[in-house]
């Protein structure tokens, strides 16, 4: 009988691409493909579910037939049988296109297996239309390019997770494959502490009858929950909004307020802390916008407040108003070492730009009221 995989290593002079036999057994009869090679693929291949759903599309996975390799399977929701064997081809990784550029980076903290970097707002992560380079990619390939996570098919920076590129703070990065995965597997089920600082317009309060009404928002003593799908705008594809559950994916972000601006009747601004259950694109700054009180400084999703005479002088309502990004930042980050198994948080405080926003704020008649 032939092994559950195999392994067949390269012709000498091929490429070092990976060829990979599996058979299917009958306790995974009638599963997806995609789900059942995902249970039986070699933990040393370090692929992920959506790895192995790309290779699938990609024409790289074939079924077995008395012939030899069949033609390609390209659908990922294929049934599959028990004694089936599958034959995949994984493309040796291909050179990374961003060039390594020597650009301080503000480390956290290093090891073997990742790096911690405390980004600062206007750094892109990844390379993109309008930013080919200056990004935290092309820093990190200067920075340990030989020990960056080949994952996905590129070797390239292990870029686990995102924050755009005007917000600022930390972020954690796979130097191995090991480290990507078990990094990645964190963020998939929610087991990671990620909390955010956002400076916003107004003082959400549960008191307030709209937003006690607002599908998916509850109140507790301390804060608020916000449950509401996020996918693309109907009618501008570069933003995000709030959509029907069926129309996009699940979004959950906890807020409280730490402190609030302005009379104490009528404040004009709340710096809140922000705990992400979910990561979705532009989460915090669609939830903030969606119960009223979007990020000041956020040009996609905020609106400018009136601030009146009496609670800021000139210079200072200028300065609010004109803050040049989203008042956001990373300020905790928390997780298991994929390695070593121990818990590792990370704190990072207000960039100076948000402490000036800060100081700006608090200047009104009466002290900021503090919770």
């Keep these: 009988m032939r092994d559950p995989f195999d392994i067949d290593e390269p012709e000498a002079g091929e490429a070092a691409a990976e060829r990979v036999t599996l058979l299917i057994p009958a306790e995974l009869a009638g599963e997806r493909l995609d789900k059942a090679l995902s249970q039986i693929m070699p933990s040393s291949s370090c692929l992920s579910r959506s790895r192995l759903q790309a290779l699938i599309a990609g024409g790289q996975v074939m079924r077995e037939s008395g012939a030899g390799a069949g033609d390609p399977v390209t659908e990922p929701k294929t049934k599959v049988t028990e004694g089936e064997v599958w034959l995949l081809e994984i493309p040796a990784p291909a050179p990374s296109t961003p060039q390594p550029q020597a650009i301080a980076l503000d480390v956290i903290y290093e090891d073997a297996a990742l790096i911690v970097i405390d980004k600062p707002a206007g750094m892109a992560v990844h390379p993109a239309p309008g930013t080919p380079d200056g990004t935290l990619v092309n820093a990190l390939l200067a920075h340990c390019a030989d020990t960056l996570s080949g994952i996905g098919g590129e070797i390239r920076p292990g870029i686990v997770h995102r924050i755009d590129k005007e917000t600022s703070g930390l972020l954690v990065v796979a130097k191995n494959d090991a480290a990507h995965q078990g990094l990645a ?162 704190e990072s405080a207000l960039p100076e730009d948000l402490q000036r926003l800060r100081d700006a704020l608090s200047e009104h008649t009466g002290e900021a009221d503090r919770d």
């Design 185 to 346: 597997a964190q963020f998939a089920d929610h087991s990671l502490e990620r909390r955010y600082t956002a400076f916003v317009w107004g003082a959400p309060d549960g008191a307030d009858p709209r937003l006690r009404g607002l599908p998916g928002v509850s109140w507790e003593p301390e804060g608020a929950r916000i449950e509401a799908a996020i996918g693309r705008h109907r009618t501008d594809r570069k933003r995000m909004a709030v959509v029907a559950e069926n129309a996009g994916r699940r979004a959950v972000t906890w807020f409280r307020p730490l402190e609030r601006f302005g009379p104490p009747e009528k404040p004009f601004a709340t710096c809140i802390e922000c705990q992400l259950e979910t990561g979705r694109t532009h989460q915090i700054r669609v939830h903030m916008t969606y119960v009223g009180h979007p990020l000041i400084g956020d040009p996609v999703y905020g609106r400018a407040r009136v601030i009146s005479a009496e609670a800021l002088s000139e210079a200072g309502r200028v300065h609010i108003r004109s803050f040049p990004r989203q008042a956001l930042h990373a300020s905790v980050l928390g997780f298991e070492h994929p390695i070593s198994g121990e818990w590792l948080s990370f």
